[in-house]
T-cell receptor, first 116, second 111 residues
Framework: GAVVSQHPSRVICKSGTSVKIECRSLDFQATTMFWYRQFPKQSLMLMATSNEGSKATYEQGVEKDKFLINHASLTLSTLTVTSAHPEDSSFYIC????????????FGQGTRLTVV | LAKTTQPISMDSYEGQEVNITCSHNNIATNDYITWYQQFPSQGPRFIIQGYKTKVTNEVASLFIPADRKSSTLSLPRVSLSDTAVYYCLVGPNTGGFKTIFGAGTRLFVKA
């Protein structure tokens, strides 16, 4: 199946700094990618939809100025957590679908962000 | 978006068949049913997808009745490594359609 790769898998940062997470579709083009956040023992919560070449669409309650999303190419989307605080510590997951119909969404392995 | 309802948790023993049922009463005509598996600290992994009747692959079977208002994921002869959270999702099968997760079912397989 198609592969989606996230980097880094784990990151620890100091409060007030910014962290960038990359999401790449390795063997297919994805005009749309999705970013999720998952807290311990909870389900995945959709944060935003990342569209190649245009602005991301954020879900209600997600601050677009805090979670900057850039989808500059058909294989790369980035999520930047700006001015991170301890409450932003979470597991961030991206997913992508192929551009041409059918099948499932493919997920990255996730990024564990810890803000200290 | 069609809402899904699954049992919060299930227990089983190694070697048993496990059936997880998902209710999706408001499923639309162009919606597909997709099941994902998630292990701790990993992204979800696709298990199986179907539209109607029965679908089988190397890891699971998916049973969908004629009214499509529910579906059952069947895992044959589970092992300890099948302990995970299983999510049932319903939605169109198009590239831009966002995938919304419900609470999922936490399956615990015992020795």
């Amino acid at each position: 199946g198609a592969v989606v790769s996230q980097h880094p898998s784990r990151v620890i940062c100091k409060s007030g700094t910014s962290v960038k997470i990359e999401c790449r579709s390795l063997d297919f083009q994805a005009t749309t990618m999705f970013w999720y956040r998952q807290f311990p023992k909870q389900s995945l919560m959709l944060m935003a939809t990342s569209n190649e070449g245009s602005k991301a669409t954020y879900e209600q309650g997600v601050e677009k100025d805090k979670f900057l999303i850039n989808h500059a190419s058909l294989t790369l989307s980035t999520l930047t957590v700006t001015s991170a605080h301890p409450e932003d510590s979470s597991f961030y997951i991206c997913s992508a679908r192929t551009s041409h119909g059918t099948t499932e969404a493919f997920f990255g392995q996730g990024t564990r962000l810890t803000v200290v | 978006l069609a809402k899904t309802t699954q049992p919060i948790s299930m227990d089983s023993y190694e070697g048993q068949e496990v059936n997880i049922t998902c209710s999706h009463n408001n499923i639309a005509t162009n919606d597909y049913i997709t099941w994902y598996q998630q292990f701790p600290s990993q992204g979800p992994r696709f298990i199986i997808q179907g539209y109607k009747t029965k679908v089988t692959n190397e890891v699971a079977s998916l049973f969908i009745p004629a009214d499509r208002k529910s579906s059952t994921l069947s895992l044959p002869r589970v092992s300890l490594s099948d302990t995970a959270v299983y999510y049932c999702l319903v939605g169109p099968n198009t590239g831009g359609f966002k995938t919304i997760f419900g609470a999922g079912t936490r399956l615990f397989v015992k020795a």
